[in-house]
């Protein structure tokens, strides 16, 4: 079981910090305590309990070897993100979201394959038969594609599900996903609307903080449930014997 953390420590990580009461969303007021100087508070028991059943969930999926993929488009989200996805093993997407990545993967999966096998024709010096104008060509594409498919380069099927760190600012991740049940985890901050994620945790999506500690928390969570995957197949190939 992953170790929660205390509300003191969300206290000091910023996680209960809204936004202006002006932004608020309705739909968010179960998960909001109360404001100080024009700023909603959130309730931090709420969040807490939301991330116990949240982790959990999430670290079952990781158990049967589901692929959760991470997404987020925001400044200061971007190299958390992604380096975190990285170490629990999972795809990333952290420059813009592709239009079409969700419904209409089968497309998208074609500019993965075609991705990585330039990234092997490069490893392998296939290109040293060409021009040095068409290496150099190709070298320009391959970077520009490594750019937003470096992260994608292990998906060769539609994720099980979406980790979205801020729920409010991929919309059109969050739109694409939902159209196709596509589950979602999601972080809301008071401006966001709950209801557009499978799985929600209500915690402050600004702050760096903030951010590294529910990122943190959710790779740690799918971590632990590879681990077991990855023993249960052993044991399985093992049993075959």
């Not at 993929?69 to 993100?81: C, D, G, H, N, Y």
């Not at 993965?112 to 021009?131: D, H, L, P, R, V």
């Not at 008071?190 to 402050?204: E, Q, R, S, Y």
Request: some cysteine; overall charge positive; charged content about 25%.
């Amino acid at each position: 079981m992953i170790k929660l953390p205390s509300i003191l420590e969300m206290l000091q990580s910023g996680v209960h910090f809204g936004h202006q009461i002006s932004r608020r969303h309705p739909k968010m007021d179960p998960y909001i305590f109360g404001e100080r100087n024009g700023v909603h508070v959130i309730d931090l028991e709420k969040t807490r309990a939301k991330l116990e059943e949240v982790l959990a969930i999430v670290q079952k999926m990781a158990t049967e070897g589901k692929v959760i993929l991470f997404a987020s488009t925001k400044p200061q989200a971007r190299e958390i993100v992604k380096q975190a996805a990285i170490d629990c093993g999972m795809p990333y997407l952290v420059s813009r979201w592709l239009g079409g990545l969700i419904t209409n993967f089968s497309e998208l999966k074609k500019l993965i394959q075609k991705y990585n096998t330039m990234k092997t024709e490069q490893a392998s010096g296939e290109w040293e038969k060409y021009t040095k104008k068409e290496q150099i060509d190709f070298a320009k594409k391959l970077e520009t594609m490594h750019e937003t498919l470096a992260g994608l380069s292990s998906l060769a099927k539609l994720p099980d599900a979406l980790f979205i760190p801020a729920l409010q600012r991929e919309k059109t991740a969050v739109a694409e996903a939902n159209k196709m049940n596509i589950a979602i985890v999601g972080v809301a901050d008071t401006n966001a609307n709950p209801n557009k994620a499978t799985l929600v945790i209500p915690a402050n999506d600004d702050a760096v903080n903030s951010i590294k500690m529910i990122v943190g928390l959710v790779a740690e969570a799918i971590k632990t449930g590879r681990a077991e995957w990855e023993k249960t197949k052993v044991i399985g190939a093992i049993e075959k014997k």
